[in-house]
């Protein structure tokens, strides 16, 4: 990161005390934990592809970068050490370009004691391209994996699903506080977070566990964005909750007795939570029909 | 990084057992030694200002994007620990880019011992996007920084300087091991890896180290593509040495008793080192003309 703007975030984001961190100099120096492991994330977005730079502001863009990441360590249930941003300023966009990005971010990284330790600024007359590392900790093998999974686990689902696109890829909300208060009560045998769709990566989860999973449609909890995004273009609302990418909501799959007391325990946070189905031997996904399970197709963005 | 490049990659370059670490889900899991700190630097490098796709084989680019990115860790004398690799591919180059980037990268870390340990891919209808975040460890507060340097300290170099344009700039070796080597022996006050200019990195040496520094331009190293640039253009071989970028070489600053006792020693690598200059009270850069201090301008290349 340039000298000039480490300066300039400097007086904006002083270190958190409690997260002992030193910017460096081509490198920053960061601290764990005494006993904890390192968990490592890193997410490329490009103009375009992930956001539209003129259509979208520098600050939305920015903080859905930084989002991306923290969801990736909620994902894992790691607490967020610091981030790490690169990136490529088109030229022709100005010099406050790379400003008004990070001052997108300083927000989330404070709500999410998440600081941003440092980076490389760079420019070029393409278009604009921002690389978030962000770097969690949890304790030693506690980390939520996508291969836990076990037949007969509950699914669990922070938030709503579906038509993403019409807004929520760029304002959601880490799912981190859940995560970490989750973590700290019941035993998840697996998480992911749902960037792709919500059926294509609970299919994955299911498939890294080397098992399948059972959905249960009927109980999918449907955003107003899918209702809206159904009547434009004629598709239905469930359609869109189960394919329709960058919801970033939480996929758990835990216990059924874990999945009953967390049912009986009050939940504290705004987001609802809610049993989506069931971690079944059978590889692939299944949908249940007159009491039979038939496969369900995985929809949902496939990089590449 | 696609979970099928995982795989790809898996196969190729089986994490190092001495350095415990697997390839995670979303994010990658590290363990750092019992005791030491963590050193995070990140690098974007982008067609067309830091190598030209089409005239550069992609291993080639490949290789430079980690070599820079170790080069830093070496810049702080650091244990690399793990790479992550974010790309944005164009998708007119084909399939297989980027795995030729990242097969040009495996020699180098596994030469290194910095395992490739997850990414981010991606691909677009633009250029040729990579970032390269490396993590590494040290004792703590023995990481070397910029800052440290004093009065009276000797300024060491490795290797020899300017032109790297004419083919350098692909193919230099981090000075990983000589850092390592050194950090083991002498009491390095500060260092710097010469990404943007001989002169100009010295300066920001000085300058972070609230002091100045003397270089000895007679005996600054000169490659063969510092003579052979200076045909090519008519200035002088050492205008090239002292302001061409990307020789990735290591300035680090010693008390003089570390510097003699250096001379002394066998010297276990085949690059050479040579004492350039001396840290002084008054802050700029300087060179002796006729035994007084004279400002020399830092020049080099400053990122925009």
Redesign the interface.
Known sequence: M?LELIDWLRERCPATPQIPLSV?????????SAGR????????L?D??DFRLGEHSPQQIGRKALAASIS??A??A?YPV?A?V???LP?SAGNDLGRELISGMLPLAEEMHCPL???????????L?I?V?A??ETE?DK?W???GAQPGDIVLATGMFGGSILGHHLDFQPRLQEALWLAERFNVHAA??VSDGLSLDLWRISQ?SGCGAELWPEVVPLSAAAREAAKKDGRKPLEHALSDGEDFELLLCLPPEDAHRLRLMTWPFDVPRTCIGQIVEQPGLWQRVKGELVPLPPQGYL??
């Open positions: 340039e460096g100099d081509d490198a920053a120096i960061i601290r764990l492991q390192g968990v490592v994330t890193t997410d490329m490009m375009g592809v990736d360590l994902a894992m790691a610091a790490f690169s990136v490529a030229k330790a440092g980076g490389d600024t760079n420019s070029w007359n393409e278009k391209v690389s590392t770097i969690g030693p980390a994996r996508r291969s992911i977070d890294a990089h590449g």
